[in-house]
């Protein structure tokens, strides 16, 4: 910012001109994060909690019986939240680094890669620490939303209920993203016994009733309580910790090798457009196991009889079957989604920074 900006916003003007800068910026971001990754966050979930034989053949799948819904199932409350949570994060980072900066100004303040990567890095941290406990109910709900078509399957078989489903056929030895067993799908009976209520008819045999992300909350609460929403809570918080991190770290270390050693410099579209989509996958690979992990204890938050009786239990389970390969099963999905989201995330978050940024200023 210009001398000329700096005595047209004095504080606290200035530091609130700031917030609203961010806000902005980081909604629009998140926008259009949530709208174009969304599809990929919902295959890359069922990969991990369900058995398909490929990428293709869970898409094929999942628009066969639930048609194009079926990928954004649960969209609504990210696409609010989300926006909301994602300004939140990037306030907290930007605040972390001017109190770092402020406090070792010997350290954190110079015009190097290391300086740089630290203060990021450290930022990032407290910055995903700070969103974990606003965004652990939302992403609840979303796995619950996201798997609503294939836990409604298996909870039929489990109570003896009759489901009509278009091709649903007997299976053996099936296995989840992470080479865990889990029940067959259920066979499509000869004739409907008129005793008992479908959720699907013969001739719509694809359609089932769906409820809404609200509905689930509730009935989450009243069989676990308020503290249910938290289900995987401490997994939660060490993936968002670290992921964020190495999120924020890279981006700006990235940024700054990018931009020729100008940490003051906000780089060139390309710059940012690389530098989010290299920090995308950086985040990805470091946090995709943990992320396995909880997806699997939350997908069971709901079942009377919850396969693992916790993270250790199940991180155990995992690597006994398949090894650490066995964490990484299902990462494909994420890292084609990882690079072109993330990079569209800064490039469109930097863009509209500098946008209202030139806006307020114009005579």
Known sequence: MSQTERKAHVLPVH?????ILTIIAASSAAVVGVISGYPFDSVKTRLQTQHYDSINACIKKTY?????????????PPLVTVSIIKSISFSVYEKSKTYYKRVYPNIFDKNTMLSTMVISTFAGAVSGAFIA???CPFELVKVQKQLEFLLLQTSSISTGATVYMRDLKPTTNRTVGAGLPVAPIATPPVAKP???????????????TSTSSWHSAKDIIKKKGITGLYSGFSLHLVRDTIGTAVYFGGYETTKYVLSGGDKSSTGSPLTQFLAGGICGIMCWIVVFPLDLVKTLIQ???LQPNPTYKNAKHCMQDIYARNGIAGFYRGITVTLIRA??????????YEQTLLLVRHLSHRD
């Open 15 to 19: 530091s609130l001109y700031n917030e």
């Open 64 to 76: 066969k019986e639930e048609g194009v819904r079926g990928f954004f199932r649960g969209v609504i």
């Open 133 to 135: 406990t606003l965004s």
């Open 194 to 208: 008129p005793s008992i209520q479908t959720t699907c008819t013969p001739k719509k045999r694809n359609m089932y």
């Open 299 to 301: 997908k069971e938050i």
């Open 339 to 348: 690079f072109p989201i993330h990079s569209l995330n800064f490039l469109v």
